[in-house]
């Protein structure tokens, strides 16, 4: 019954929005636009890359663009497959299978045959990990197509494309006509979460999720030189249709310094000027910080390492997040991303030497201390010119508040809006190496996973190593990502002989991906292994003792060491609470007896030099 009264609802809304919405939802489902903003009009040169209804390799997507159709992942590997039988330009290369059992593949164009020639860039284009955001797929069947059999054939001469076209295939499957209410298009759509609901687009450095270990692992193998993660964005409206960002854009903190100078020097004019040349508005990647207000300022959305650019950034392998508006019609947006990746490939055949010297520059750095954490840095950057679009305000009866509502037409002032950018919150000392435990077999096949040389041990070794306590963990209240998240902000080094068994690996920091070591492997890290809660054993103590017991012997350890009772009457002075606690007084006592559990708190993991 709900969902019928809501279609009602919907179509009374269509009967009786302004003529220039009307007109902007005529040729769709109610359903997906009528609440929607108009969208702003549109008629770029790019329509002329869609294909004659006469193609026999036309996409499903080009045979109306109006309907906002985009092929189911049956219908678009049957497409593939054909095109790959038909050209031998086009193979299909399976690299995992997903949780509900669906394989998952990339396209490769290239005229290298089953081996890619490693003198040639490679350039990766992803499209899918959010599923219903899946104009990458749309725009890379068209681009294949148009490279087999078109007039794009001299665009992989001289470098090689690689497209996923779905990576949560499953999540794909999950499709119905209310997947995301905020996006335009396509009529059908994908859901966010993957079939054991989660996010991929989190997970770039846990590694938790098959899709994900599969990527990584046909990553290790594929070395791409360029890597564009393909999304749609939601938020606020601006005339934008096609943004994209990088960490390091405009000059700040990188992992990647000379990475981020080619993207910003060479990458982005080039792309925005491919993309104005057809028609299109390119801005940058930014998010809006306050819902309410449209012009309070913008961010740079984070640079954390659970994201493909904060990764890339940590992996020195040139990574652009790009983000086609929500708000902008289907056609248009993949429209758009298909001049972005043609453009990227022309790029790169051109910037090939450049780019493999910027990666091979950063891939050498070890610095000694790693910034990690991330957080929204109050102070701006700048103040930048912004395109927005004319909204006004209005009480709404149905939140008892002023909400905005956007008219569907450019601003013809520019804004000038404050940039807020991202800083470090703890900065981290890069040891010799990493110890890890064979008994945490999970977390070296993650590390394996990635990529990272590592020293398996054959026989037991003892060596000294750091190992750290942890003080006062905090563990999180409601779960994330399939997780009970954790934290730490201090711990204290403790100096240990340690005997590794056989099965343990010792992970040198002096190595090119040194970098996502560290940021894995230290607790306070927020993306390190402790932070996702994935190593929950050391919060729990064993063994206690009675008051019975403790007490007698801490009132003999008293009269045995005056330093210690000059310590305890110190800790009474000063902390009433715990002056009028006894069981916190017992307790303090016991921590400071050989019985106390010595493994309590005591993060697993071993840090040499």
Same mark, same amino acid.
């Given at each position: 019954?709900?969902?019928?009264?809501?279609?009602?609802?919907?179509?009374?809304?269509?009967?009786?929005?302004?003529?220039? &919405?009307?007109? *902007?939802?005529?040729?769709?489902?109610?359903?997906?636009?009528?609440?929607?903003?108009?969208?702003?009009?549109?008629?770029?040169?790019?329509?002329?890359?869609?294909?004659?209804?006469?193609? %026999?390799?036309?996409?499903?997507?080009?045979?109306?663009?109006?309907?906002?159709?985009?092929?189911?992942?049956?219908?678009?590997?049957?497409?593939?497959?054909?095109?790959?039988?038909?050209?031998?330009?086009?193979?299909?290369?399976?690299?995992?299978?997903?949780?509900e059992?669906?394989?998952?593949?990339?396209?490769?164009?290239?005229?290298?045959?089953?081996?890619?020639?490693?003198?040639?860039?490679?350039l990766l284009?992803?499209?899918?990990?959010?599923?219903?955001?899946?104009?990458?797929?749309?725009?890379?069947?068209?681009?294949?197509?148009?490279?087999?059999?078109?007039?794009?054939?001299?665009?992989?001469?001289?470098?090689?494309?690689?497209?996923?076209?779905?990576?949560? $295939?499953?999540?794909?499957?999950?499709?119905?006509?209310?997947?995301?209410?905020?996006?335009?298009?396509?009529?059908?759509?994908?859901?966010?979460?993957?079939?054991?609901?989660?996010n991929?687009?989190?997970?770039?450095?846990?590694?938790d999720?098959?899709? &994900?270990?599969?990527?990584?692992?046909?990553?290790n193998?594929?070395?791409?030189?360029?890597?564009?993660?393909?999304? $749609?964005?939601?938020? &606020?409206d601006?005339?934008?249709?096609?943004?994209?960002?990088?960490n390091?854009?405009?000059? $700040?903190?990188?992992? *990647?310094?000379?990475?981020?100078?080619?993207?910003?020097?060479?990458?982005?004019?080039?792309?925005n000027?491919?993309?104005?040349?057809?028609?299109?508005?390119?801005?940058?990647?930014?998010?809006?910080?306050?819902?309410?207000?449209?012009r309070?300022? @913008?961010?740079?959305?984070?640079?954390?390492e659970?994201f *493909?650019?904060?990764?890339?950034?940590?992996?020195?392998?040139?990574?652009?997040?790009?983000?086609?508006?929500? @708000?902008?019609?289907?056609?248009?947006?993949?429209?758009?991303? !298909?001049?972005?990746?043609?453009?990227?490939?022309?790029?790169?055949?051109?910037?090939?030497?450049a780019?493999?010297?910027?990666?091979?520059?950063?891939?050498?750095?070890?610095?000694?201390?790693?910034?990690?954490?991330?957080?929204?840095?109050?102070?701006?950057?700048?103040?930048?010119?912004?395109?927005?679009?004319?909204?006004?305000?209005?009480?709404?009866?149905?939140?008892?508040?002023?909400?905005?509502?956007?008219?569907?037409?450019?601003?013809?002032?520019?804004?000038?809006?404050?940039?807020?950018?991202?800083?470090p919150?703890?900065?981290?000392?890069?040891?010799?190496?990493?110890?890890?435990?064979?008994?945490?077999?999970?977390l070296?096949?993650?590390?394996?996973?990635?990529?990272?040389?590592?020293?398996?041990?054959?026989?037991?070794?003892?060596?000294?190593? *750091?190992?750290?306590?942890?003080?006062? %963990?905090?563990?999180?209240?409601?779960?994330?990502?399939?997780?009970?998240?954790?934290?730490?902000?201090?711990?204290?080094?403790e100096?240990?002989?340690?005997?590794?068994?056989?099965?343990?690996?010792?992970?040198?920091?002096?190595?090119?991906?040194g970098?996502?070591?560290?940021?894995?492997?230290?607790?306070?890290?927020?993306?390190?292994?402790?932070?996702?809660? @994935?190593?929950?054993?050391i919060?729990?103590?064993?063994?206690?003792?009675?008051? !019975?017991?403790?007490?007698?012997?801490?009132?003999?350890?008293?009269?045995?060491?005056?330093?210690l009772?000059? #310590?305890?009457?110190?800790?009474?002075?000063?902390?009433?609470?715990?002056?009028?606690?006894?069981?916190?007084?017992?307790?303090?006592? !016991?921590?400071?007896t050989?019985?106390?559990?010595?493994?309590?708190?005591?993060?697993?993991?071993?840090? #040499?030099?």
């Open positions: 019954m709900r969902p019928i009264l809501i279609l009602a609802a919907v179509a009374a809304l269509s009967s009786s929005v302004s003529p220039s &919405m009307s007109q *902007s939802v005529s040729n769709v489902a109610p359903w997906d636009q009528a609440f929607l903003p108009p969208a702003l009009e549109w008629d770029g040169a790019s329509r002329s890359l869609l294909a004659e209804a006469s193609n %026999p390799w036309i996409t499903d997507f080009e045979r109306d663009p109006e309907l906002n159709f985009s092929p189911d992942y049956a219908a678009t590997r049957a497409w593939f497959d054909r095109l790959d039988a038909a050209s031998d330009l086009i193979r299909i290369e399976e690299f995992g299978v997903s949780p059992g669906r394989p998952i593949y990339a396209v490769i164009a290239s005229r290298d045959r089953a081996t890619l020639d490693p003198s040639k860039p490679v284009a992803q499209a899918g990990i959010h599923p219903g955001e899946i104009d990458g797929k749309d725009a890379g069947m068209m681009l294949l197509r148009d490279i087999a059999f078109g007039d794009k054939g001299g665009l992989i001469d001289r470098v090689n494309l690689v497209l996923i076209p779905i990576l949560s $295939v499953d999540g794909h499957e999950r499709a119905s006509a209310y997947s995301r209410p905020n996006q335009r298009g396509p009529r059908i759509q994908g859901w966010r979460n993957t079939a054991t609901n989660q991929l687009n989190r997970d770039f450095l846990k590694l999720q098959p899709e &994900m270990r599969a990527l990584r692992a046909f990553m193998r594929l070395d791409p030189d360029l890597y564009l993660d393909i999304h $749609v964005t939601d938020g &606020m601006y005339q934008y249709d096609i943004t994209f960002g990088f390091g854009e405009d000059g $700040v903190y990188s992992r *990647s310094p000379a990475i981020s100078e080619w993207l910003n020097d060479r990458f982005k004019p080039a792309i000027a491919a993309l104005e040349g057809y028609g299109h508005i390119p801005g940058p990647r930014v998010f809006g910080v306050d819902g309410d207000n449209p309070a300022g @913008l961010s740079d959305g984070g640079l954390g659970r *493909s650019n904060g990764w890339g950034a940590a992996a020195h392998v040139p990574t652009v997040l790009i983000e086609t508006h929500s @708000l902008k019609p289907y056609e248009q947006r993949v429209l758009g991303t !298909y001049v972005l990746i043609e453009a990227s490939l022309r790029l790169l055949a051109e910037e090939g030497t780019v493999r010297s910027a990666i091979a520059a950063d891939r050498a750095l070890r610095p000694a201390e790693v910034p990690a954490n991330f957080v929204p840095d109050p102070t701006p950057l700048e103040t930048r010119a912004f395109r927005g679009v004319l909204y006004e305000t209005y009480e709404s009866p149905a939140s008892g508040r002023t909400e905005i509502r956007w008219l569907g037409r450019p601003d013809p002032e520019l804004w000038q809006v404050t940039y807020f950018g991202s800083r919150s703890l900065t981290l000392r890069r040891p010799t190496a990493y110890w890890v435990p064979a008994h945490r077999a999970d070296i096949e993650r590390l394996r996973i990635h990529g990272l040389q590592m020293e398996t041990l054959e026989t037991p070794r003892t060596v000294s190593v *750091s190992m750290l306590r942890l003080v006062d %963990p905090v563990i999180a209240t409601r779960a994330n990502e399939g997780h009970v998240q954790m934290s730490v902000q201090t711990v204290e080094a100096q240990r002989d340690w005997t590794w068994a056989p099965g343990s690996v010792r992970v040198p920091a002096d190595q090119p991906l970098d996502i070591a560290v940021l894995l492997l230290e607790p306070q890290s927020n993306e390190s292994f402790f932070a996702w809660g @994935l190593v929950p054993e919060l729990s103590r064993v063994e206690y003792i009675e008051g !019975y017991a403790i007490a007698p012997l801490a009132e003999a350890m008293l009269a045995a060491d005056p330093a009772k000059a #310590e305890f009457e110190a800790k009474l002075a000063a902390d009433p609470a715990f002056a009028a606690n006894g069981d916190a007084r017992l307790q303090w006592f !016991y921590e400071r050989p019985f106390y559990d010595d493994r309590f708190r005591l993060y697993p993991i071993g840090r #040499e030099g």
